[in-house]
């Protein structure tokens, strides 16, 4: 097993039953998550070695949280305990027509006051493979967006394939703000994780010709980044059109060695939670990339990976390799006997 280390906010996860908004809620549906922690799940759940560096509270809702991450294998020896909140989403369910909302109450979270004294990168990626963060680490706070670029720094500097997914939360920064602050960051990075709307917005690029089909001006984008940062040896990214906030499609797209490798396009109905479905893709193609398996290979079981995130609750991906696996080579809601 290759050693893993992921970096991000864990969250107290609050939900509304499908069908109800949350001012009318008196009753929610408990749960733990965060785009990083999400990814360390599903690497740990793959049969990686997996270390997650956060901090939480030292309460009963922090003791939660590592309980939680320890029951998916991801190893808390980095789990800071501290401040004096852990940070909170509550999640408004989607259906038909109606988008799922999320509201944020996490300003002021033990981890957004988590400061490069209290970590010791050093010893953190000690003999890892692979560091993984996103850019909603630098977006909580200024000591974090230091603490990020340090930490991206440290790991080139120790030989670590470094991984990066761009995503872009508007409320919690502006596009412009986001963008001054990732941009500094990508020459550190190997694996970039980032769409069409983070090319245009977050990285200036120029539009493509609205007459190109939208493989295209994927790779007219994909191009132009890689011109900018020949370090990025690996992006990907996701095309969902949204039917319904139950029905989706999905296809998964992974640009390596100056080609657009992409996957078939999965029918997602009916469609159970969205919220992770990206985090679940970001960890099938770090898992295919770790594996060095090959990029049509890569792409296929990532979209498989994230497909089946749709159909179960809560933030986590809780399928094996193996599952994911037979999921991508047989036929949609056939019975495995």
Not at 219 to 229: G, P, T, V
Not at 260 to 280: E, K, M, P, T
Not at 294 to 306: E, L, R, W, Y
Request: aromatic share 10%; charged share 25%.
């Amino acid at each position: 097993m290759k050693k893993i280390v992921t970096l991000g906010e864990i969250m107290l996860r609050l939900s509304t039953t499908t069908g109800e908004r949350l001012f009318q809620a008196d009753q929610l549906t408990m749960q733990y998550g965060g785009a990083e922690a999400n990814v360390g799940v599903s690497l740990s759940r793959f049969g990686h070695e997996v270390y997650f560096v956060s901090k939480v509270p030292d309460n009963p809702l922090g003791t939660a949280v590592e309980r939680y991450l320890k029951s998916h294998g991801v190893h808390t020896e980095y789990l800071i305990k501290g401040g004096e909140r852990l940070g909170t989403y509550f999640l408004e369910t989607g259906i038909g027509p109606r988008s799922a909302q999320v509201t944020y109450d996490r300003k002021y979270s033990s981890f957004s006051k988590l400061t490069l004294e209290e970590v010791d990168f050093e010893k953190i990626l000690e003999e890892a493979s692979l560091f993984h963060i996103s850019g909603i680490t630098p977006a909580l706070s200024p000591s974090l967006k230091e603490l990020t670029f340090v930490a991206l720094k440290k790991a080139k500097e120790l030989g670590v394939t470094t991984s990066f997914d761009f995503n872009y939360r508007a409320k919690l920064w502006s596009q412009k703000e986001a963008g001054e602050t990732i941009q500094p960051l990508l020459p550190y990075i190997d694996i970039c994780s980032c769409g069409e709307l983070d090319a245009i917005y977050l990285l200036n690029l120029e539009k493509a010709d609205d007459g190109l089909q939208k493989e295209h001006k994927l790779i007219y984008y994909y191009e132009k980044i890689h011109e900018m940062y020949p370090n990025i040896k690996y992006l990907s990214s996701t095309f969902r059109t949204v039917i319904s906030a139950t029905t989706n499609t999905l296809q998964g797209n992974l640009y390596c060695e100056g080609k657009l490798f992409q996957s078939r396009v999965h029918q997602i109905d009916h469609i159970v939670d969205r919220v992770g479905g990206g985090d679940a893709y970001a960890a099938g193609i770090l898992n295919g990339i770790i594996e060095q398996q090959s990029p049509q290979q890569i792409v296929s079981f990532a979209t498989a990976a994230s497909a089946l995130k749709h159909t179960v609750h809560g933030d986590c991906n809780v399928f094996s390799k193996d599952e994911i696996i037979v999921f991508a080579e047989n036929e949609p809601g056939k019975i495995v006997r």
